[in-house]
């Protein structure tokens, strides 16, 4: 009796695969990672070897760049038991294998510190001949949302629309905003409108139940961020005082200044004028003359007058007495001009003043002297 076909068939893969060598295989199966600044992260890269795998054991991690252009950048390898890690300088320090001897059949990669520039995608290859297998991961780091701030835009005043800000410093996108209240009604108003994008919480037509304490929450894939904000709605403030206030204090404030430069100028003119008034000097107008001086000058001229005369000429004279002596009465007055009498001396008395006879010398009737 002939066996079934289906065993025949059976029979003959069994004998194929008994027959068929079995090489190098990685075993890790994720593929992409996402996570926050700062963390650390395991690329993993497991695998397994045949007997037939008989040459010397290498691994390479390799940074393949988004541009196509760009060649890619071997970050960390082992290679004949040695490691080598200081290929890629914006990593050292910061990647080491996961594993310190990798030949166990574990290649993963640990990236310490994340940083947003560690964005990329890393391949790792395995290299045992005539094995060779590869594995691409896709690495996202992102950056939690920070320094977050939350602000009030418009008059807080009741029946006005009141607009309420939130916004992120730092983060990744794609950022979302929530607002929730946290004092009085829990719930927002129900005229407000929230946009999660933008941050944005506009409150219409606001009212003095709208006053509270608003909180923000900023969160991407990787974290969140808070701010909070008091709200006061107030009665509108009286407009019309506030303006005329401000005209009466512009007003009062414009009448002082004007007195000041009033008061200042006159005050300069007061010194202008006493400055004048003490130095101007006339030039026509003589210095006075003192009693001593119109006496002496007077006294002086007669003796001069008296020196030059001859004995002859002294007989028309007269002694004048010495108590007859001109007075300031005989100075000259505007518009006067006085004559004084000769008087006639004697020719004794003028020996006794101390006269000198001179001798006069006779001219002839044509001019000549004699």
Not at 8 to 18: D, E, I, N
Not at 93 to 118: E, M, V, Y
Not at 248 to 264: D, E, K, N, P, R
Not at 291 to 308: D, K
Request: hydrophobic fraction near 30%; proline fraction near 6%.
């Amino acid at each position: 009796m002939e066996p079934p076909r289906f065993l025949l068939g059976v029979s003959f893969v069994l004998l194929c695969s008994a027959g068929v060598s079995r090489s190098l295989v990685i075993t890790s199966g994720e593929k992409s990672f996402e996570l926050a600044q700062g963390e650390k992260v395991t690329l993993p890269c497991t695998f397994e070897i045949s007997d037939e795998d008989q040459g010397s054991l290498d691994i390479e991690w390799v940074l393949i760049p988004a541009d196509n252009q760009k060649d890619e950048q071997i970050i960390i390898m082992y290679d004949v038991d040695r490691i080598y890690d200081n290929y890629y300088p914006a990593l050292n320090g910061r990647i080491q294998f996961t594993k310190s001897d990798p030949r166990s059949g574990d290649g993963s990669l640990d990236i310490l510190n994340l940083k947003a520039a560690d964005t990329g995608t890393y391949q790792c290859r395995v290299k045992k001949a005539p094995g060779v297998q590869s594995q691409k991961i896709k690495l996202t780091v992102l950056v939690k949302p920070a320094r977050t701030k939350c602000s009030i835009e418009g008059s807080q005043e009741i029946g006005r629309d009141i607009t309420l800000k939130c916004s992120s410093q730092e983060g990744s996108a794609l950022l979302s905003y929530d607002w929730r209240r946290v004092s009085g009604t829990q719930g927002l108003p129900a005229t407000s409108m929230l946009n999660k994008n933008t941050g944005e919480l506009v409150l219409k037509n606001a009212s003095k139940d709208y006053s509270g304490t608003y909180h923000c929450v900023a969160s991407n894939r990787v974290g969140t961020d808070e701010c909070s904000v008091e709200l006061n709605v107030t009665p509108p403030i009286n407009t019309a005082g506030v303006i005329a206030g401000a005209i009466i204090g512009t007003l009062l404030g414009l009448s002082v200044l004007a007195f000041l430069v009033f008061c200042c100028c006159k005050k300069h003119r007061e010194k202008k004028y006493e400055k004048e008034v003490h130095h101007d000097i006339r030039e026509d107008v003589p210095p006075p003359k003192s009693r001593s001086s119109t006496a002496r000058s007077y006294i002086g001229s007669n003796r001069s007058s008296l020196g030059s005369m001859s004995p002859s000429n002294m007989e028309g004279y007269t002694k004048t007495p010495y108590s007859q002596v001109p007075s300031e009465d005989f100075e000259s007055r505007p518009g006067q001009n006085p004559t004084f009498a000769p008087s006639k001396v004697a020719a004794p008395n003028l020996s006794r003043m101390g006269a000198v006879p001179v001798m006069i010398p006779a001219q002839s009737k044509d001019g000549s002297i004699v």
